[in-house]
């Protein structure tokens, strides 16, 4: 069986999707409608903008859903997943790959979303940092014992765990993680504590925005990073999608689980290699690959 799955903020780089404007009248005709709903030319800034353009959430998040979407519909019904998951952001583009959501929909959530999740880290300062070499248990119990809010954010494979959280409290828990054994625990350039309590102001905004949206019946199931598990019902993707803000993203998990279901190949569609990466130190035995254009 195979596994379509989608990549999350950080995938980004410079010339993103250029290829597939310039040789596909339907990615063109996908991209300049971008451009009209969102009211700027994404497309400038991701074809020939600079790293520090292209790195703003309100950039960053739509630039990586255009990519994988539109890749997605070029490569058309030649090959189409039995199952779907998206790694945070991913999720959004993961959705319209299963036709849960359209693609209009999905690009103004994801557009709110970003909005959403710059004025809640312009409102409360956090950080996040990458824990290497340590069992999540550990990692999870220095997170609680921790003063201040600090939790575990990313699980992306075995031995690699995000957390998130207040700036002082992550700072603090980096040293007990090192002390504990951690290969490595350092600080991210990220511009706020994603996947955290101080996300709530951001899952409030955009969970009006969800629930105003149509979200229709999947073709397939998709393993949301809440949840783990399979899921086909529109009204519970809903929930997940929300609670998805302050929720860790169990990426190992859905691997896992997805895999126990059947999953045999996972083709990441969208920018970069990353969610290979993670797929092929969560599961070796299955095959993984680029999606691409034949």
């Known amino acids: 069986m195979n596994a379509f799955i989608f990549p999350g903020q950080g995938a980004q780089f410079v010339g993103m999707g250029l290829d597939l404007y310039e040789k596909y009248p339907l990615a063109q005709e996908l991209f300049e409608n971008a451009n009209e709903i969102l009211g700027f ?22 630039a990586i859903f255009l990519h994988s979407v539109v890749l997605n519909k070029v490569m058309g019904d030649a090959i189409s997943p ?4 998206g790694h945070s952001l991913g999720e959004f583009s993961a959705l319209v790959a299963n036709g849960t959501l359209g693609f209009e929909d999905g690009l103004r959530l994801v557009a709110q979303r970003a909005q959403a999740m710059q004025e809640a880290c312009e409102g409360r300062a956090g950080t996040m940092a990458a824990v290497l070499g340590l069992d999540d248990a550990v990692v999870e119990k220095v997170c609680a014992e921790t003063p201040g809010t600090v939790v575990a954010a990313n699980y992306n494979c075995p031995g690699q765990l995000v957390i998130s959280g207040e700036v002082e409290a992550i700072e603090q828990a980096c040293e007990t993680l090192k002390a504990a054994g951690a290969r490595r625990a350092l600080l991210l ?19 009006k925005a969800i629930e105003a949206v149509t979200f229709h019946t999947p073709t397939c199931p998709i393993y949301q990073n809440v949840s ?7 009204v519970a ?3 997940n999608l929300i609670a998805q803000l ?39 035995e299955v095959e993984t690959a680029a999606g691409a254009v034949h």
Request: charge should be neutral; glycine fraction near 8%.
């Open 237 to 239: 993707i809903k929930a």
């Open 189 to 207: 350039p990220v511009g706020g504590a994603f996947h955290s309590p101080l996300m709530q102001p951001a899952r409030d905004a955009l969970s």
């Open 82 to 85: 039995d199952m779907v998951a």
């Open 228 to 234: 783990t598990v399979a899921v086909n019902d529109p």
């Open 41 to 62: 030319h994404i497309t400038d800034i991701m074809f020939e903008g600079t790293p520090e353009d292209l790195k703003q959430t309100n950039v960053t998040q739509p």
């Open 246 to 284: 302050t929720a860790p993203v169990k990426w190992t998990q859905s691997v896992q689980q997805m895999v126990a279901d059947g999953a045999t190949k996972f083709t990441e569609v969208g920018p970069g290699k990353v969610l290979q990466g993670l797929v092929r130190k969560i599961a070796k």
